[in-house]
Nanobody, 126 residues
Framework: VQLQASGGGLVQAGGSLRLSCAASGRTFNSYDMGWFRQGPGKEREFVAVTSWSGGSIYYANYVDSVKARFTISRDNSKNTVYLRMNDLKPEDTAVYYC?????????????????WGQGTLVTVSS
């Protein structure tokens, strides 16, 4: 599976972005798909994941919860997973990575995901 993330950019605090991740290669709809991010000087962290069917979705439990502001979705007909981000904050500034894995058990553990995209940079100005 090859993953190509896009949609990052510079946005003011309070703004919105939608990230996209297009997958190619093997059967996309058999993979759990998600997003991680890594901010400047920070460790990589889990953001959100959707199961292969879209029936199970999990978000990171941060303060100022990601779940309240971000929405992950997927369109298997387009081999694409999305991350809609609303009310962006400067602390959301990071490189966002699209990931794919089969039968993910510990969804917040990066080692569960076999495939990683190249990342797309999101910069939120205050």
């Amino acid at each position: 599976v090859q993953l190509q993330a896009s949609g990052g950019g510079l946005v003011q605090a309070g703004g919105s972005l939608r990230l996209s991740c297009a997958a190619s290669g093997r059967t996309f709809n058999s993979y759990d798909m998600g997003w991680f991010r890594q901010g400047p000087g920070k460790e990589r962290e889990f953001v959100a994941v959707t199961s292969w069917s879209g029936g199970s979705i999990y978000y990171a439990n941060y303060v100022d919860s990601v779940k309240a502001r971000f929405t992950i979705s997927r369109d298997n007909s387009k081999n694409t997973v999305y991350l809609r981000m609303n009310d962006l904050k400067p602390e959301d500034t990071a490189v966002y990575y699209c990931v794919a894995g089969r039968s993910v058990h510990t969804y917040s553990d990066s080692v569960e995901y076999e495939y990683w995209g190249q990342g797309t940079l999101v910069t939120v100005s205050s």
